[in-house]
């Protein structure tokens, strides 16, 4: 165990540790993370933990991934600052099948003795007694210790609602830890940081269990140099579903990396030597876009194979350097009825979603950022018509960094 750890604190993937000395000194162990089941994609900023379960395997461990088919049913309090919206059992299978797809392409689901095993919580929380789950294991819980978590202070600080629902939050965790135990014999819980309480939990249920020790592991928060947090854009979340987001704007975004953030993204996000990563960190100037380009591929290989990250690398080389329109461009389409006898080529873009409203779109195009087949638009009224859409649509730059394809459909 100690050489995954000790890869984990030389890439910056290691934040807390509940006993880092007695995690070292296991052998081969069974971990997991929980991943809840609130939408039909994990975004980058999941990414983190995903690659955790991916090192540890590596590693010759097995990793479990934790589907929240049923704490979804209750809503995590840990860094919201409001309730979470409740979600149908339909909607949450729904997420949970769209959400199994990604964890496939960097962890191996096969028999071997590392193989990772995918598990629904509520395959056990469904089924709990509530006056048997109270009298066997809420009698392990202080109140007081759990008001004192930073998940459950910052929303009663800011004299925000915590409901008894998300109160129960970190009690079905720590039950979840010691079902998996029993069920696997898992012995380490990963996740973020701002899951340290509920990770703690279960740590200590397991001790008042009498269960073997078991081990808690966080990563950092990770966000860019700008402070901005990891996964969010201007344009909104770096969806790993390429229904949500397509791979070419994947790869622009790790192309599109701040210098300060290059060595640690390499280091987070790729499976680069680190005397590689400390080669490229090294680099200048312009060089360090080749760095970035290196990043790009590398990550975009990982979330959606390297004929998809080769192909963004094509398009961006055509866009940008040839100034042309590459085939793997993102398309956005608008019908025909809806743009009558022409609509302004603001409402287009905030129509298809290409910008996040008209207002933005008139002042893109007010400051000289908005093109059309590379040239700049100056009326903000300019006329979109079906005909100017027809055959392979325009080409429209929102900016220098973002370009789509614009087509009747």
Same mark, same amino acid.
Request: hydrophobic fraction near 40%; charge should be negative.
């Given at each position: 165990?100690?050489?995954?750890?000790?890869?984990?604190?030389?890439? =910056?993937? #290691?934040?807390?540790?509940?006993?880092?000395?007695?995690?070292?000194?296991? &052998?081969?162990?069974?971990?997991? @993370?929980?991943? %809840?089941?609130?939408?039909?994609?994990?975004?980058?900023?999941?990414?983190?933990?995903? #690659?955790?379960?991916?090192?540890?395997?590596?590693?010759?461990?097995?990793?479990?991934?934790?589907?929240?088919? =049923?704490?979804?049913?209750?809503?995590?309090?840990?860094?919201?600052?409001?309730?979470?919206?409740?979600?149908?059992?339909?909607?949450?299978?729904?997420?949970?099948? !769209?959400?199994?797809?990604?964890?496939?392409?960097?962890?191996?689901?096969?028999? *071997?003795? *590392?193989?990772?095993?995918?598990?629904?919580?509520?395959?056990?929380?469904?089924?709990?007694?509530?006056?048997?789950?109270?009298?066997?294991?809420?009698?392990?819980?202080?109140?007081?210790?759990?008001?004192?978590?930073?998940?459950?202070?910052?929303?009663?600080?800011?004299?925000?609602?915590?409901?008894?629902?998300?109160?129960?939050?970190?009690?079905?965790?720590?039950?979840?830890?010691?079902?998996?135990?029993?069920?696997?014999?898992?012995?380490? +819980?990963?996740?973020? *940081?701002?899951?340290?309480?509920? $990770?703690?939990?279960?740590?200590?249920?397991?001790?008042?269990?009498?269960?073997?020790?078991?081990?808690?592991?966080?990563?950092?928060?990770?966000?860019?140099?700008?402070?901005?947090?990891?996964?969010?854009? !201007?344009?909104?979340?770096?969806?790993?579903?390429? !229904?949500?987001?397509?791979?070419?704007?994947?790869?622009?975004?790790?192309?599109?990396?701040? %210098?300060?953030?290059?060595?640690?993204?390499?280091?987070?996000?790729?499976?680069?030597?680190?005397?590689?990563?400390?080669?490229?960190?090294?680099?200048?100037?312009?060089? @360090?876009?080749?760095?970035?380009?290196?990043?790009?591929?590398?990550?975009?290989?990982?979330?959606?194979?390297?004929?998809?990250?080769?192909?963004? +690398?094509?398009?961006?080389?055509?866009?940008?350097?040839?100034?042309?329109?590459?085939?793997?461009?993102?398309?956005?389409?608008?019908?025909?009825?809806?743009?009558?006898?022409?609509?302004? $080529?603001?409402?287009?873009?905030? *129509?298809?979603?290409?910008?996040?409203?008209?207002?933005?779109?008139?002042?893109? $195009?007010?400051?000289?950022?908005?093109? @059309?087949?590379?040239?700049?638009?100056?009326?903000?009224?300019?006329? $979109?018509?079906?005909?100017?859409?027809? &055959?392979?649509? @325009?080409?429209?730059?929102?900016?220098?960094?973002?370009?789509?394809?614009?087509?009747?459909?």
């Amino acid at each position: 165990m100690s050489e995954f750890i000790n890869e984990l604190i030389a890439r =910056g993937y #290691m934040h807390q540790c509940t006993n880092q000395e007695g995690l070292a000194d296991c &052998g081969s162990i069974t971990g997991y @993370i929980g991943f %809840d089941c609130t939408g039909k994609s994990l975004h980058v900023g999941s990414l983190v933990q995903i #690659m955790m379960l991916r090192k540890m395997q590596q590693h010759g461990h097995k990793p479990i991934v934790l589907m929240g088919g =049923g704490t979804t049913q209750i809503g995590d309090p840990s860094g919201k600052d409001e309730s979470r919206m409740m979600l149908s059992k339909d909607d949450i299978k729904s997420n949970k099948d !769209a959400l199994s797809t990604v964890f496939q392409r960097f962890i191996n689901f096969d028999d *071997s003795s *590392s193989g990772a095993v995918m598990v629904d919580n509520a395959d056990w929380l469904e089924q709990v007694n509530y006056i048997e789950f109270l009298r066997e294991y809420g009698r392990h819980f202080s109140v007081n210790r759990m008001l004192s978590f930073d998940s459950v202070k910052m929303r009663l600080e800011r004299e925000q609602n915590l409901s008894f629902l998300e109160f129960n939050y970190m009690l079905l965790q720590a039950y979840d830890f010691a079902e998996l135990y029993k069920r696997f014999g898992c012995r380490l +819980q990963m996740g973020g *940081s701002d899951q340290w309480g509920n $990770i703690v939990s279960g740590v200590d249920l397991a001790r008042r269990l009498s269960l073997p020790e078991v081990f808690g592991l966080t990563s950092p928060l990770i966000t860019t140099s700008s402070g901005a947090k990891m996964g969010k854009t !201007a344009s909104g979340a770096v969806w790993l579903n390429e !229904a949500m987001l397509s791979p070419y704007d994947y790869w622009q975004f790790w192309r599109n990396t701040e %210098d300060a953030d290059v060595e640690k993204f390499l280091m987070l996000f790729t499976e680069l030597s680190m005397d590689e990563i400390k080669r490229l960190a090294a680099l200048k100037g312009k060089e @360090i876009n080749d760095a970035k380009i290196i990043l790009a591929n590398e990550a975009t290989t990982l979330c959606h194979g390297k004929e998809a990250a080769d192909a963004a +690398q094509r398009t961006s080389i055509e866009t940008f350097v040839s100034g042309g329109a590459g085939d793997d461009l993102p398309v956005h389409t608008i019908a025909a009825s809806e743009l009558g006898d022409g609509m302004p $080529i603001f409402k287009v873009l905030a *129509s298809v979603g290409a910008i996040e409203s008209g207002g933005a779109a008139r002042r893109l $195009i007010q400051g000289g950022g908005l093109k @059309i087949n590379n040239q700049t638009v100056s009326d903000e009224m300019e006329a $979109i018509t079906a005909d100017k859409l027809a &055959g392979d649509g @325009i080409k429209v730059s929102l900016g220098k960094k973002k370009h789509i394809m614009l087509r009747v459909g």
